[in-house]
């Protein structure tokens, strides 16, 4: 079947690309597969209007809200090989099922890789997390730490005392610059050079984290910058470039999430640096309308 757009991808990014496409009365199809990158949290925070609200919630009601377009097409089902052309862009699916269209729009998502530290992949979305404007509310006032993995994480290190008594872990490898350091000090970021290697307590909740000494110091939450990979190969196959960010690859777009490859998009964490549920949904939102003027001008 050929459609306007093929959408892969149904979280916060996918979703509102397909919305603005079906209000534009454009065949939409929107794939997804059922397993976002959010999965493990329980709330989501900082969106606005949605505070506090399970991100499976959010995005039951988004779809719930695109399925009263007549020109909307939901397909579950994983994305296992896309291919485009002067002409267009085609999606296969588990099963062999082939679909086709003028646009697609990529907003697959990323693969968190956490350190291997034993304890933490069970606490994760909960006690063991990434982003203090998305968490860090709800663990405030809690002894903090932040587990390094990249030289930003130093940033955090800066960032969290709003939120708790914080605690750096360099992990013996990220050492704050002189100027980090310093700001860090300032800030009352306690500096512990010897590697954290197990989380205890029962998880989900935090008591202390094992140092590679034998030490247990007392945390209830820890903060944690993972390494990302795609979560599709979708834009590998497309032959899409890409940019290396500080936590992994994303793919490059231009400021209407037009990609290098022609007649395909992206939106989301697979297309940025940064992430965060608010900014993804803003480039799917750029990412459906871009692709729509596209459609309109060609």
Not at 5 to 32: E, N
Not at 98 to 106: D, E, K, S, T
Not at 130 to 150: F, Q, W
């Amino acid at each position: 079947m050929h459609y306007d757009v093929i959408v892969v991808g149904a979280s916060f990014a996918g979703a509102s690309a397909a919305m603005q496409l079906a209000r534009a009365r454009r065949k939409i199809l929107l794939i997804d597969a059922g397993s976002p990158r959010n999965r493990y949290a329980e709330a989501s925070h900082g969106f606005l209007g949605q505070d506090g609200t399970p991100p499976h919630e959010i995005m039951a009601i988004a779809v719930q809200q695109l399925m009263a377009y007549p020109n909307f097409e939901l397909a579950v089902a994983y994305a296992e090989h896309a291919a485009a052309d002067a002409q267009g862009v085609s999606v296969t699916v588990e099963g062999g099922r082939r679909f086709q269209a003028r646009r697609l729009i990529l907003a697959t998502g990323v693969r968190d890789e956490l350190p291997p530290i034993p304890g933490l992949q069970e606490r994760w979305g909960k006690t063991a997390i990434h982003c203090p404007y998305c968490h860090g509310y709800e663990v405030r006032d809690r002894k903090l730490g932040v587990i390094a993995t990249t030289p930003l994480s130093a940033h955090q290190g800066i960032m969290l005392p709003d939120w708790g008594p914080t605690t750096y872990f360099t992990q013996g490898q990220f050492e704050p610059e002189e100027a980090e350091l310093r700001q860090m000090q300032k800030r009352g970021t306690a500096i512990e050079r010897t590697p954290v290697v197990e989380i205890l307590g029962e998880a989900p909740e935090i008591e202390a984290v094992r140092l590679a000494d034998g030490r247990a110091l007392e945390l209830g939450a820890v903060f944690v910058g993972p390494r990302v990979h795609m979560s599709s190969p979708l834009a590998m196959q497309l032959g899409c470039a890409f940019e290396q960010g500080a936590m992994g690859p994303y793919i490059r777009t231009d400021e209407m999430r037009q990609t290098s490859v022609p007649n395909v998009l992206a939106a989301g964490d697979a297309a940025m640096a940064f992430h965060n549920g608010t900014m993804a949904s803003a480039s799917g939102v750029m990412a459906g309308v871009s692709a729509h003027r596209s459609l309109i001008m060609e």
